[in-house]
């Protein structure tokens, strides 16, 4: 009963008043289409000819013509629909079947990505499809033929009935005038008018017949509308009630006017064209849009195909050709055709313009026509998709997706805009209607050319239809609708098969706006954002418990029980930060799992690789407690310092971390409390300068903590120096200069707050100098790239800094040659800047000059001569005379040294005569 309720309420919802278009569903944003398929801006016209092409003309022109010119990037698109080897799987079975249905000798099971859920809804109107075998079986209606869709369902039978559904699946008309089983054939061809009050039938052996669908009356039957010996194979309303289009299997397309004198109705056709200048395959009349007042509400167009080239055509006014493209394929493939009305964003603002998609074979081509006028219409190619299978059939589900049926019975849902599959669904069980008989024109002799035969062995132009987002499958006992799910059906789908994890990842993908093929929506963000957060917290709470009780290993190794946690936690997590709703996180979810010490442990555990990526700043005071203490009591310290320092300060107990820190050495869990929770740059910097003093001063042996403490010390100033957060981030710029002024004066303190009687002065500069000169200097030297130090007041801050440098290296002799040459390489490479302002005494330069190249002093001979060849490179010996620089580096046989000044002369003979002398490096 449920089933049959669900079957009836699928066919209603396709017959549901026809709402506005949602723009946040219906709109094609060109700009924003992948860019293997970007949108050429320029909006090309079709070349211009001195006489309009005739239909005629443009069907004798050889199959082999150039395309018209595209885009380069169009033409280059050999990437096919997304579809993995890995997600596919193949069975071979022998079977063949007959000759109304397709060769398939190749099946391909049915393909559910995981990204998108089960997208398609498959029911069976079971109403009907008893009623359709009833009907062959007691009254010989006869087998399905062809269908059409609108606010009624017709299927025409191979007897030539007519049976007439409604929404309820009501048998309301059976129509047949008892000629038509004998003579007129099946029916190859249905249309419905707009008000769905009349119904064009076309039968197999040429003749068509008008029914009235308010009293069933049979109002017209035409028999002389084309030549005879032709099956219909097309048929088709226009918006002007009096004009239908159709085509035979001759090849031939006709226009058919209906009109009535003196209450006697009457009819007369007039071909557009003869099939014996090319066969048309297809056609397809665009219907007018949603929107009033269009420019395209003048003008009556179709679009028709031959087995070589897309044409279209205005019938109204008058007939003009507007576009031909050539259509190449498979001799045993049809074209395919499909149009449909989509918002098209522009520099000018939306429009509704018709986008038109062909294909054949296994590529499918969109173009979109932009209509400024009814005598300015133009054709703009948009994208070009291959795919890996050859269709048979195509159709727009709506603005962003279409449909297609490939040759094994196999339906594709195809996100246009970014070439990619959603799902596949097998549906040959369906055992689609094919129109193959009437192709081959068989109720007539057969008379038709071998290519239309042998393309139409896998025609279903007539058998598959779409009505307002639903696509109606005919089968040769059953009738079924294809929908595409809603948002919140597609989450159901899977959580209650229990996919939970899929279903979860489904929702965050609706919430960020990532999914495809959405329906149901509200436009508006925040809206749309609430109802999916609720719904995505509902599935969550139901795996949680799931994960909590049902799902839990009973049995088993204590890893069984591990591992199933490790794949529960990381979801749990990611859901609840993606919808900013921590505090479910930290309290129903957090609360259902603390009550197994296993799964509370791997929870808190599962924290970390958010925390350190900056997902989570946030967490609630009990918790952080919790995960403190887990970290303790595994002896994971350095790992709690990590995520410390990538924590809200709000979030902890500041007295029990920051005594942690200090008791086990965390220090930049240190620096960052102290930072964050109170603004203090400079207290943790004295506490730990006071630390390297006492080895670094005392020349005691640096252990591998205190070099851990310097080299964090180091990196800390310079951060603060340039403005930058330790470890991470930026420092408010409110604070800023505040904190740079402040540490270069703690540094630059003559003495610290409580000197012992022995401590130098400067001790803080001193102790980083003698860690490492280099690292300190280029710190320096990156802060003095700084703004502030461009003022006058900076200025002179960078001199006195200069100052106490050379006061602490130069006047005594406790820094080694290297240490002493990188204060000089770093000062002159600052005076050789344009806006220097530093000075120093040529002075001190010639005493850093002659103590690095006293010849008396054999310690250190390398070091000295490597910090004479950086004086050299960084330019600070400019100033001093080349042969006295030369005579002074022959002395101390810095041969190094020589070859750099020789060379410059080009005095390459004493190039190598020193570099034979060095001894340093001559091979033993």
Same mark, same amino acid.
């Given at each position: 009963?449920?089933?049959?309720?669900?079957?009836?309420?699928?066919?209603?919802?396709?017959?549901?008043?026809?709402?506005?278009?949602?723009?946040?569903?219906?709109?094609?944003?060109?700009?924003?289409?992948?860019?293997?398929?970007?949108?050429?801006?320029?909006?090309?016209?079709?070349?211009?000819?001195?006489?309009?092409?005739?239909?005629?003309?443009?069907?004798?022109?050889?199959?082999?013509?150039?395309?018209?010119?595209?885009?380069?990037?169009?033409?280059?698109?050999?990437?096919?629909?997304?579809?993995?080897?890995?997600?596919?799987?193949?069975?071979?079975?022998?079977?063949?079947?007959?000759?109304?249905?397709?060769?398939?000798?190749?099946?391909?099971?049915?393909?559910?990505?995981?990204?998108?859920?089960?997208?398609?809804?498959?029911?069976?109107?079971?109403?009907?499809?008893?009623?359709?075998?009833?009907?062959?079986?007691?009254?010989?209606?006869?087998?399905?033929?062809?269908?059409?869709?609108?606010?009624?369902?017709?299927?025409?039978?191979?007897?030539?009935?007519?049976?007439?559904?409604?929404?309820?699946?009501?048998?309301?008309?059976?129509?047949?005038?008892?000629?038509?089983?004998?003579? @007129?054939?099946?029916?190859?061809?249905?249309?419905?008018?707009?008000?769905?009050?009349?119904?064009?039938?076309?039968?197999?052996?040429?003749?068509?017949?008008?029914?009235?669908?308010?009293?069933?009356?049979?109002?017209?039957?035409?028999?002389?509308?084309?030549?005879?010996?032709?099956?219909?194979?097309?048929?088709?309303?226009?918006?002007?009630?009096?004009?239908?289009?159709?085509?035979?299997?001759?090849?031939?397309?006709?226009?058919?006017?209906?009109?009535?004198?003196?209450?006697?109705?009457?009819?007369?056709?007039?071909?557009?064209?003869?099939?014996?200048?090319?066969?048309?395959?297809?056609?397809?009349?665009?219907?007018?849009?949603?929107?009033?007042?269009?420019?395209?509400?003048?003008?009556?167009?179709?679009?028709?195909?031959?087995?070589?080239?897309?044409?279209?055509?205005?019938?109204?006014?008058?007939?003009?050709?507007?576009?031909?493209?050539?259509?190449?394929?498979?001799?045993?493939?049809?074209?395919?055709?499909?149009?449909?009305?989509?918002?098209?964003?522009?520099?000018?603002?939306?429009?509704?313009?018709?986008?038109?998609?062909?294909?054949?074979?296994?590529?499918?081509?969109?173009?979109?026509?932009?209509?400024?006028?009814?005598?300015?219409?133009?054709?703009?190619?948009?994208?070009?998709?291959?795919?890996?299978?050859?269709?048979?059939?195509?159709?727009?589900?709506?603005? *962003?997706?279409?449909?297609?049926?490939?040759?094994?019975?196999?339906?594709?849902?195809?996100?246009?805009?970014?070439?990619?599959?959603?799902?596949?669904?097998?549906?040959?069980?369906?055992?689609?209607?094919?129109?193959?008989?009437?192709?081959?024109?068989?109720?007539?002799?057969?008379?038709?050319?071998?290519?239309?035969?042998?393309?139409?062995?896998?025609?279903?132009?007539?058998?598959?239809?779409?009505?307002?987002?639903?696509?109606?499958?005919?089968?040769?006992?059953?009738?079924?609708?294809?929908?595409?799910?809603?948002?919140?059906?597609?989450?159901?789908?899977?959580?209650?098969?229990?996919? @939970?994890?899929?279903?979860?990842?489904?929702?965050?993908?609706?919430?960020?706006?990532?999914?495809?093929?959405?329906?149901?929506?509200?436009?508006?963000?925040?809206?749309?954002?609430?109802?999916?957060?609720? *719904?995505?917290?509902?599935?969550? @709470?139901?795996?949680?418990?799931?994960?909590?009780?049902?799902?839990?290993?009973?049995?088993?190794?204590?890893?069984?029980?591990?591992?199933?946690?490790?794949?529960?936690?990381?979801?749990?997590?990611?859901?609840?930060?993606?919808?900013?709703?921590?505090?479910?996180?930290?309290?129903?979810?957090?609360?259902?799992?603390?009550?197994?010490?296993?799964?509370?442990?791997?929870?808190?555990?599962?924290?970390?690789?958010?925390?350190?990526?900056?997902?989570?700043?946030?967490?609630?005071?009990?918790?952080?407690?919790?995960?403190?203490?887990?970290?303790?009591?595994?002896?994971?310290?350095?790992?709690?310092?990590?995520?410390?320092?990538?924590?809200?300060?709000?979030?902890?107990?500041?007295?029990?971390?920051? *005594?942690?820190?200090?008791?086990?050495?965390?220090?930049?869990?240190?620096?960052?409390?102290?930072?964050?929770?109170?603004?203090?740059?400079?207290?943790?910097?004295?506490?730990?300068?006071?630390?390297?003093?006492?080895?670094?001063?005392?020349?005691?042996?640096?252990?591998?903590?205190?070099?851990?403490?310097?080299?964090?010390?180091?990196?800390?100033?310079?951060?603060?120096?340039?403005?930058?957060?330790?470890?991470?981030?930026?420092?408010?710029?409110?604070?800023?200069?505040?904190?740079?002024?402040?540490?270069?004066?703690?540094?630059?303190?003559?003495?610290?707050?409580?000197?012992?009687?022995?401590?130098?002065?400067?001790?803080?500069?001193?102790?980083?100098?003698?860690?490492?000169?280099?690292?300190?200097?280029?710190?320096?030297?990156?802060?003095?790239?700084?703004?502030?130090?461009?003022?006058?007041?900076?200025?002179?801050?960078?001199?006195?800094?200069?100052?106490?440098?050379?006061?602490?290296?130069?006047?005594?002799?406790?820094?080694?040659?290297?240490?002493?040459?990188?204060?000089?390489?770093?000062?002159?490479?600052?005076?050789? *800047?344009?806006?220097?302002?530093?000075?120093?005494?040529?002075?001190?330069?010639?005493?850093?000059?002659?103590?690095?190249?006293?010849?008396?002093?054999?310690?250190?001979?390398?070091?000295?001569?490597?910090?004479?060849?950086?004086?050299?490179?960084?330019?600070?010996?400019?100033?001093?005379?080349?042969?006295?620089?030369?005579?002074?580096?022959?002395?101390?046989?810095?041969?190094?040294?020589?070859?750099?000044?020789?060379?410059?002369?080009?005095?390459?003979?004493?190039?190598?005569?020193?570099?034979?002398?060095?001894?340093?490096?001559?091979?033993?």
């Amino acid at each position: 009963m449920a089933e049959s309720e669900e079957e009836s309420s699928c066919l209603q919802q396709v017959y549901v008043e026809k709402q506005e278009l949602d723009d946040s569903e219906d709109v094609l944003d060109l700009d924003s289409i992948d860019v293997r398929y970007e949108i050429d801006d320029r909006e090309f016209d079709l070349p211009e000819v001195s006489v309009p092409q005739s239909l005629e003309s443009i069907l004798n022109e050889p199959d082999d013509l150039p395309e018209i010119e595209e885009d380069p990037l169009f033409l280059e698109q050999a990437e096919t629909a997304s579809v993995t080897s890995d997600a596919v799987s193949f069975a071979n079975n022998g079977a063949t079947s007959g000759r109304s249905t397709p060769s398939r000798q190749v099946r391909k099971d049915s393909i559910q990505y995981p990204l998108h859920g089960s997208v398609l809804r498959h029911v069976v109107l079971r109403g009907i499809s008893s009623q359709i075998v009833s009907a062959a079986e007691r009254v010989n209606a006869g087998l399905p033929s062809a269908m059409a869709v609108s606010a009624v369902v017709a299927i025409g039978s191979t007897h030539g009935v007519v049976l007439i559904f409604d929404p309820k699946q009501t048998l309301k008309l059976c129509l047949s005038n008892g000629q038509t089983r004998e003579q @007129y054939g099946a029916v190859s061809a249905l249309a419905l008018n707009n008000d769905c009050t009349r119904l064009l039938v076309g039968h197999a052996r040429g003749q068509i017949t008008m029914w009235d669908l308010t009293t069933g009356k049979l109002l017209r039957t035409i028999t002389d509308a084309h030549q005879p010996g032709s099956a219909i194979l097309h048929i088709q309303f226009t918006d002007d009630p009096t004009l239908a289009i159709f085509s035979d299997s001759g090849g031939s397309v006709f226009e058919l006017n209906f009109r009535r004198l003196m209450g006697v109705r009457g009819s007369d056709s007039t071909c557009i064209f003869s099939g014996s200048r090319g066969e048309v395959c297809s056609i397809l009349v665009l219907h007018a849009g949603p929107l009033q007042d269009h420019p395209l509400d003048d003008l009556s167009i179709m679009a028709l195909a031959t087995m070589s080239k897309v044409i279209v055509i205005t019938i109204r006014p008058k007939l003009r050709v507007l576009f031909h493209h050539p259509l190449r394929g498979n001799s045993n493939t049809l074209p395919l055709l499909a149009w449909h009305y989509v918002f098209v964003q522009q520099q000018t603002g939306r429009t509704l313009e018709p986008v038109l998609a062909f294909a054949r074979s296994s590529t499918i081509y969109f173009c979109q026509l932009v209509c400024k006028s009814p005598d300015n219409v133009q054709f703009v190619l948009l994208q070009k998709l291959t795919v890996p299978y050859v269709l048979i059939h195509m159709m727009w589900i709506n603005a *962003k997706t279409l449909i297609t049926v490939d040759s094994l019975e196999r339906m594709h849902l195809v996100d246009v805009r970014h070439d990619e599959e959603l799902q596949v669904l097998d549906v040959g069980d369906v055992k689609l209607v094919y129109g193959s008989s009437h192709f081959k024109s068989l109720a007539t002799g057969g008379n038709v050319s071998p290519a239309m035969a042998l393309a139409g062995e896998n025609a279903c132009y007539q058998s598959v239809a779409l009505f307002r987002g639903q696509v109606l499958l005919l089968g040769t006992k059953s009738l079924h609708v294809f929908t595409i799910r809603t948002w919140f059906e597609r989450i159901n789908y899977l959580a209650r098969q229990e996919h @939970y994890v899929e279903a979860l990842a489904l929702a965050l993908s609706f919430y960020e706006g990532s999914a495809r093929a959405v329906i149901g929506l509200d436009s508006n963000v925040e809206k749309r954002k609430g109802l999916i957060a609720s *719904k995505l917290l509902r599935v969550l @709470y139901e795996f949680v418990e799931a994960s909590a009780t049902k799902n839990v290993p009973t049995r088993g190794a204590i890893h069984l029980l591990v591992e199933h946690y490790e794949s529960v936690m990381p979801v749990c997590i990611e859901s609840c930060i993606s919808i900013d709703r921590t505090d479910v996180l930290f309290g129903d979810v957090y609360d259902r799992f603390s009550q197994d010490f296993v799964a509370k442990a791997l929870f808190l555990e599962s924290l970390e690789p958010y925390i350190l990526d900056d997902k989570l700043r946030h967490i609630a005071p009990a918790v952080m407690q919790e995960l403190v203490e887990n970290y303790e009591e595994r002896k994971e310290i350095d790992d709690l310092e990590r995520l410390i320092v990538h924590l809200d300060i709000m979030s902890m107990n500041i007295d029990h971390i920051v *005594k942690l820190c200090w008791k086990h050495s965390l220090y930049d869990g240190i620096i960052y409390i102290f930072n964050q929770s109170m603004n203090d740059y400079i207290s943790p910097l004295e506490e730990l300068l006071n630390i390297l003093m006492d080895s670094i001063l005392n020349k005691k042996d640096l252990t591998d903590k205190v070099v851990k403490l310097a080299n964090k010390v180091l990196v800390y100033v310079s951060c603060c120096l340039a403005g930058r957060a330790y470890p991470v981030g930026d420092i408010s710029e409110s604070i800023m200069l505040q904190v740079k002024t402040s540490v270069l004066k703690a540094l630059t303190v003559l003495h610290t707050k409580q000197p012992a009687e022995e401590e130098p002065v400067y001790p803080y500069l001193r102790t980083l100098l003698h860690y490492s000169t280099r690292e300190f200097l280029n710190a320096l030297a990156l802060a003095f790239e700084e703004p502030e130090f461009e003022s006058e007041v900076g200025r002179q801050q960078k001199q006195r800094i200069v100052d106490i440098l050379l006061q602490i290296m130069v006047d005594n002799m406790e820094f080694s040659p290297t240490q002493v040459g990188a204060l000089f390489t770093f000062l002159a490479r600052q005076m050789a *800047k344009a806006a220097n302002t530093i000075y120093v005494s040529r002075m001190l330069f010639e005493q850093v000059l002659e103590y690095l190249s006293n010849p008396n002093d054999s310690s250190r001979h390398e070091e000295r001569e490597q910090a004479l060849i950086e004086l050299l490179h960084a330019a600070g010996l400019q100033q001093f005379d080349e042969e006295r620089l030369l005579a002074l580096a022959e002395r101390a046989e810095f041969y190094r040294v020589c070859e750099l000044l020789y060379d410059k002369q080009h005095q390459y003979d004493k190039v190598l005569s020193c570099y034979l002398r060095d001894t340093s490096r001559q091979v033993s």
